[in-house]
């Protein structure tokens, strides 16, 4: 558990990587940091982040679904805030992941 907060601050370094107008998987960024199948561990990081200072409502689920609304002021406002930056949704509500996913290629 000691490794908890380094953790916690790779992906908070990670997340802030993702451009306003994007977003990247809780699973993709588990990926890039080298634990492969960690996607909920990405989750109770971001949980516990400082919104003001980590984008976290970029980052959804494999699906595009904002998973993370309920840590957000309202459940509305996670989509807000990407709508804000131009990212565009399905008609099912999730994130259109094939104009705006970001891999973190290159």
Not at 27 to 54: N, Q, T
Not at 80 to 100: K, N, P, Q, S, Y
Request: aromatic share 10%; net charge negative.
């Amino acid at each position: 558990m000691q490794q908890t907060p380094d953790f916690f601050q790779q992906v908070y370094t990670l997340v802030s990587c993702i451009p306003p107008g994007k977003v990247s998987t809780y699973g993709i960024i588990a990926e890039k940091l080298s634990i492969r199948g960690a996607a909920r561990m990405v989750g109770w990081a971001l949980s516990a982040a400082d919104l003001e200072h980590v984008p976290a409502h970029r980052v959804v689920n494999r699906y595009g679904a904002l998973t993370g609304k309920m840590h957000f002021l309202t459940p509305e406002t996670m989509r807000d805030m990407l709508e804000a930056e131009g990212v565009t949704f399905l008609d099912d509500g999730t994130v259109d992941l094939e104009r705006h996913l970001f891999g973190f290629e290159g």
